[in-house]
């Protein structure tokens, strides 16, 4: 079955432009101009990957209420923010709400598509049954990768699937350091420097919010980051 792909986007002409691209490409596409019809569609059907806009119709940030009301339905599934609102703090609040990803419309369409790709590849991986590496632990931290589920001291730790698996990289080899190129290629990401920093900041933060003494992700200065062996 082909890959259902949500696009949230108040502006018709956009909004049929990236449907005809995904659907030449093969994926089956639901298209929603406003946050209470795109909510009440994923009630009755989630999609497998979803594209939203910010500023939706009279709300500038429906799409930030969106993907937090989405991403509460269904914490594994992809999200990706394509937006003509550039700032870093319009970047960093559509990572604190949920996305695993964050691009502008000046974006190709090679681009957008090698992005959605990259999502669908890492969802697939952390679903395939891995025997020896189904569960990982590390000290206080479990990782499940079939259930999507991480723990730290027994306390479950609501992560996205960009955020799942960036820990699953680091924790993998504790005590290696991973500069951020090689952290986005063994993790499959496929985001600038400043993108993998600010959902490094946003894992910390849920870490924290289970144990206010959690200090196991490690920056090393002009190198990149480590899980504390």
Not at 38 to 47: D, G, Q, V
Not at 86 to 95: C, P, Q, R
Not at 155 to 178: D, N, Q
Request: glycine share 6%; net charge neutral; aromatic share 8%.
């Amino acid at each position: 079955m082909p890959r259902r792909i949500a696009i949230v986007e108040d502006d018709p002409a956009i909004r049929a432009n990236y449907a005809d691209a995904l659907k030449k490409h093969g994926y089956e596409v639901s298209a929603h101009a406003a946050r209470g019809e795109a909510l009440s569609a994923f009630r009755n059907r989630l999609p497998d990957l979803a594209v939203i806009d910010i500023g939706l119709g009279d709300e500038p940030d429906g799409g930030f209420a969106l993907c937090r009301e989405l991403r509460a339905m269904a914490p594994g599934l992809p999200i990706l923010f394509l937006t003509a609102r550039d700032s870093d703090f319009d970047a960093i609040s559509g990572l604190r709400v949920g996305a695993d990803d964050y691009l502008t419309k000046d974006v190709s369409l090679p681009h957008l598509l090698a992005r959605i790709s990259a999502l669908f590849r890492r969802m697939d991986a952390l679903r395939e049954p891995r025997a020896a590496e189904e569960v990982l632990e590390r000290g206080h931290l479990r990782l499940d990768a079939k259930r999507l589920t991480a723990a730290w001291k027994e306390k479950p730790i609501e992560l996205t699937l960009t955020e799942f698996w960036m820990v699953h990289t680091l924790a993998k080899f504790p005590g290696h350091v991973k500069d951020r190129e090689s952290l986005m290629r063994e993790a499959s990401l496929v985001v600038d420097e400043g993108t993998i920093t600010s959902h490094v900041k946003r894992i910390r933060k849920k870490f924290a919010a289970a144990d206010a003494s959690f200090g196991q992700i490690e920056t090393v200065y002009g190198m990149g980051y480590r899980w504390k062996a």
